[in-house]
């Protein structure tokens, strides 16, 4: 068991890459910003998550999944999943490949780079047509609004974007 502690952090990150948010399928909690920090002390391993969105109410369910993959890798004995709140997450976080995921299930990515109070524009994830019209701001949860294309005539889902609150 000599394997150096980079290359089972890797092991570990990459096995965090097939874990989904119970919220958004196929988009894994690592391209979701949400991996704060892996620490590994022999067999143990110690996952540092960053919570998304305050009214996605799925943590303990994270919490279950990505303990049960990680404890399938063959040397790891026991993983402990802690969140924390010392760090806020941002829609700023989430990966290249966690937003062309997002467009993929109909779902599009928050607006880069939003500061509070500015219009958001949303792209149509099927057309990326901007000229696209609110439905419904509530959705299907906290984190998703419903909007309507009016280019292609597709419904489809947005997700809100959220600025640290140390952004102005
Ligand atoms: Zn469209």
């Known amino acids: 068991m000599n394997m150096n502690v980079d ?24 391209d979701l910003g949400m991996v704060n920090d892996v620490q590994i002390e022999n067999q143990h391993v110690y996952v540092k998550m960053v919570p998304t969105f305050a009214g996605c109410p799925a943590l303990d369910l994270i919490e279950r999944d990505v ?17 924390t709140f010392d760090v806020p997450w941002s829609t ?8 062309e995921q997002l467009k993929k299930h109909g779902i599009s990515p928050p607006p880069e780079d939003y500061h509070p109070g500015d219009e958001w ?27 309507y294309c009016s280019a292609c005539r597709n419904p489809f889902e947005a997700m809100k974007p959220v600025v640290s609150v140390t952004k102005s």
Request: some cysteine; proline content about 5%.
């Open 92 to 99: 700023d976080a989430i990966t290249e490949n966690g937003k």
């Open 7 to 30: 290359k089972k952090v890797n092991e570990i990150r990459a096995v965090l890459k097939t874990v989904d948010d119970p919220e958004l399928p196929a988009v894994s909690v690592l």
């Open 67 to 83: 303990k049960l993959a990680v404890e399938e890798v063959e040397w790891v004995e026991n993983c402990d999943v802690r969140f």
């Open 121 to 147: 524009t949303v792209n149509c994830p099927y057309c990326n047509s901007d000229y696209t019209s609110m439905e419904n701001v509530f959705g299907p949860t906290a984190c998703r609004s419903i909007l």
